[in-house]
């Protein structure tokens, strides 16, 4: 009993170390940075950075967190080497330069080549920095992990300053990235040590790394393709309002990779079977928490946004409820993936993914075509609700295998 009380104990303490560390950053970001953004550039000009900044999310963020799982994975196995995910980052880097010239090039966003370059150093150092907090994930350094953010934030106020004398977008974030990459580069051990020193698990790596970065392009596709969706089916101006008005939904959304990291990493320690009636029990509570989290998601927002987007407070307010829950049940469904990972196949995840694509494909892409911004948050509500109900069915089905192979014990 008292070995479970602890448990419980270092699951909560991890998990806030975690969620506050990763929640001031994004505060930092999305209720500093961003609104002097929308202040400068206006409704058209901050729509077209949501629009850059969703691609760097898109293709930085996939490959930063896919490489990180995959080091996670491979240390459960055996010591792994920094020069194998080094090189993999720097061949990254070079592919981010063709993606940000075809970025330029198609998109209606008026770049040059200064914008060009600096739109790619952002891209790669986020790419660094997601991958970077492994240092503390593999050493279950909860408390690192919150600090890491910390300079993170601290660079991000610094960025404003050069933000204000330049009015270069870009580098309001570039100080923040890069002082979280030189922390663990001259602090930690899981880049500068052995450098570019290669083993034979490179080639390991390298395939581990392209299956997981194929799942994670998939999730964030879909997670960020808002904007996309938006930018070129509605207007630059529809991406600004629907980010305003989803705005507290998104930063409890980006919640979930902190907190699936410790609950992916507590779970695995439980060796009970997942039966139809913990299922039951679990969805029961994630849609409670699903109607507390949007309650105060919706007031927070009416009191908040008013001050921060004053000007465009009036056209937001009438899609608060929809685009907070739409984000919210995203949230909720990723925890609800990371659990039922514990007992069921790891090809399920993309499968409940493939499936997720295929509804937003044919839900919010018309809706968006035929219909306004209100039709759009609506599809974006239904479609996040259908992937918890493919995560609850799946979870039924693998309760029933999971009570069987305990049995079989």
């Given at each position: 009993?008292?070995?479970?009380?602890?448990?419980?104990?270092?699951?909560?303490?991890?998990?806030?170390?975690?969620?506050?560390?990763?929640?001031?950053?994004?505060?930092?970001?999305?209720?500093?940075?961003?609104?002097?953004?929308?202040?400068?550039?206006?409704?058209?000009?901050?729509?077209?950075?949501?629009?850059?900044?969703?691609?760097?999310?898109?293709?930085?963020?996939?490959?930063?967190?896919?490489?990180?799982?995959?080091?996670?994975?491979?240390?459960?196995?055996?010591?792994?080497?920094?020069?194998?995910?080094?090189?993999?980052?720097?061949?990254?880097?070079?592919?981010?330069?063709?993606?940000?010239?075809?970025?330029?090039?198609?998109?209606?966003?008026?770049?040059?080549?200064?914008?060009?370059?600096?739109?790619?150093?952002?891209?790669?150092?986020?790419?660094?920095?997601?991958?970077?907090?492994?240092?503390?994930?593999?050493?279950?350094?909860?408390?690192?992990?919150?600090?890491?953010?910390?300079?993170?934030?601290?660079?991000?106020?610094?960025?404003?300053?050069?933000?204000?004398?330049?009015?270069?977008?870009?580098?309001?974030?570039?100080?923040?990235?890069?002082?979280?990459?030189?922390?663990?580069?001259?602090?930690?051990?899981?880049?500068?040590?052995?450098?570019?020193?290669?083993?034979?698990?490179?080639?390991?790596?390298?395939?581990?790394?392209?299956y997981l970065i194929s799942a994670q392009l998939l999730s964030n596709l879909i997670f960020n393709s808002d904007r996309i969706v938006l930018k070129f089916l509605v207007s630059a101006s529809a991406v600004s309002i629907y980010f305003i008005a989803s705005l507290f939904g998104k930063t409890v959304s980006l919640l979930t990779m902190p907190l699936n990291s410790v609950v992916i990493g507590h779970i695995s320690k439980y060796k009970g079977a997942f039966t139809k009636k913990t299922v039951l029990k679990l969805l029961v509570l994630l849609l409670f928490s699903v109607f507390i989290i949007g309650i105060a998601c919706t007031v927070a927002s009416f009191i908040v946004l008013r001050f921060l987007y004053p000007d465009e407070f009036d056209t937001v307010k009438h899609y608060l409820f929809i685009a907070n829950l739409g984000q919210i049940f995203y949230f909720i469904s990723g925890i609800f993936t990371t659990i039922i990972l514990r007992f069921a196949e790891e090809k399920c995840q993309l499968y409940i993914n493939i499936m997720y694509g295929i509804t937003f494909v044919a839900l919010v892409i018309p809706m968006?075509?035929?219909?306004?911004?209100?039709?759009?948050?609506?599809?974006?509500?239904?479609?996040?609700?259908?992937?918890?109900?493919?995560?609850a069915g799946f979870a039924f089905y693998y309760a029933e295998s999971s009570l069987k192979e305990v049995q079989d014990d």
């Open positions: 009993m008292k070995n479970k009380l602890l448990s419980y104990k270092n699951f909560i303490n991890d998990s806030l170390w975690s969620m506050a560390g990763l929640l001031l950053m994004n505060v930092v970001a999305q209720f500093a940075v961003y609104p002097i953004w929308a202040k400068v550039f206006g409704d058209e000009g901050y729509g077209n950075i949501l629009y850059l900044i969703s691609i760097i999310n898109i293709v930085a963020v996939s490959g930063g967190c896919a490489l990180n799982l995959s080091r996670m994975v491979a240390s459960s196995k055996s010591t792994t080497k920094n020069g194998n995910y080094n090189i993999i980052l720097l061949c990254t880097n070079i592919v981010c330069i063709p993606v940000c010239i075809i970025v330029s090039l198609v998109s209606s966003v008026d770049m040059n080549v200064y914008d060009i370059i600096l739109f790619w150093i952002l891209m790669c150092l986020t790419l660094w920095r997601y991958y970077s907090d492994v240092e503390y994930r593999l050493s279950l350094n909860y408390k690192g992990y919150f600090f890491y953010y910390l300079w993170i934030s601290l660079g991000y106020g610094f960025g404003l300053l050069l933000f204000h004398i330049t009015k270069i977008w870009q580098l309001a974030l570039i100080p923040g990235e890069l002082l979280g990459i030189l922390i663990v580069f001259f602090k930690g051990t899981t880049i500068r040590q052995g450098f570019l020193k290669l083993d034979k698990q490179l080639s390991v790596c390298v395939k581990s790394f392209l968006s075509i035929w219909g306004n911004l209100y039709t759009f948050s609506l599809a974006i509500l239904i479609t996040n609700i259908l992937r918890f109900a493919y995560a």
